[in-house]
């Protein structure tokens, strides 16, 4: 029964190419915090009413956003600031091979997100190449920008403005592929937040290698949307 509403879900409010091609922006971290049994989020923007009052929990609990004004300031931090300001000449040194850059506690979880990246087949040449922050930065705005619409705390048509007219131009001119923007993200996530790195690796895998229902990363490639 389930399966026959998320089906008639994701009919009803499926977007067409030019809207489509977007979603590849929060897909992650929506999939990540909604433990969702299926991924709807690289192909609507809306998410089903039963997660409102996790999404909620998420903006409220972890990010202290309980209004539009708290949605706008911690999204456009992310996108003028950032981890990426503060912390990214500590993650340089670190993939350099300064192994004190990392912090103590993170770092055997990044030693074994490197054997992640391995087992899932993601590219190792962009994971030894990974120099940037700005993965982790974006993914996390976009994840706020949905999330915000999704509750009510901004109109759609402003989380559609961020994602197009912000976030898409700063992920072009920082990365040529969506390999090397989920690297970022998860490379980032790992080095500054800690986490659970296989968690962060699935949901980018996930993306790249989805075989069953053709991701919008493998459909739209991030230098052509």
């Not at 067409?16 to 971290?29: H, N, T, V």
């Not at 809306?46 to 998420?58: A, G």
């Not at 090397?180 to 962060?200: N, Q, W």
């Not at 790249?208 to 493998?218: A, E, G, H, Q």
Request: aromatic share 12%; net charge negative.
């Amino acid at each position: 029964m389930f399966g026959l509403f998320k089906n008639k879900f994701l009919e009803a409010n499926r977007l067409p190419a030019d809207r489509e091609k977007y979603l590849g922006f929060g897909s992650i971290l929506l999939s990540i915090n909604h433990n969702s049994d299926y991924k709807p989020y690289e192909e609507i923007m809306l998410i089903e009413d039963q997660y409102k009052p996790v999404s909620t929990q998420i903006l409220d609990q972890f990010w202290d956003i309980t209004d539009g004004a708290s949605a706008r300031a911690t999204i456009d931090h992310l996108l003028q600031h950032g981890t990426r300001e503060s912390e990214t000449p500590a993650f340089v040194a670190f993939k350099e091979g300064d192994a004190s850059a990392i912090q103590p506690d993170f770092a055997e979880e990044f030693k074994r997100l490197q054997t992640i990246e391995k087992n899932y087949k993601l590219n190792l040449d962009d994971a030894k190449a990974c120099r940037s922050l700005m993965g982790w930065d974006l993914e996390r705005a976009a994840f706020l920008a949905r999330l915000s619409q999704h509750v009510g705390y901004i109109p759609e048509a402003e989380a559609w403005q961020i994602l197009i007219e912000k976030i898409k131009p700063m992920a072009q001119a920082s990365f040529k592929t969506w390999s090397e923007y989920g690297i970022s993200f998860v490379e980032g996530r790992t080095f500054c937040y800690g986490g659970d790195a296989a968690k962060g690796a699935l949901g980018v895998w996930l993306m790249l290698i989805d075989k069953k229902d053709k991701s919008v990363w493998n459909k739209y490639p991030l230098a052509s949307i």
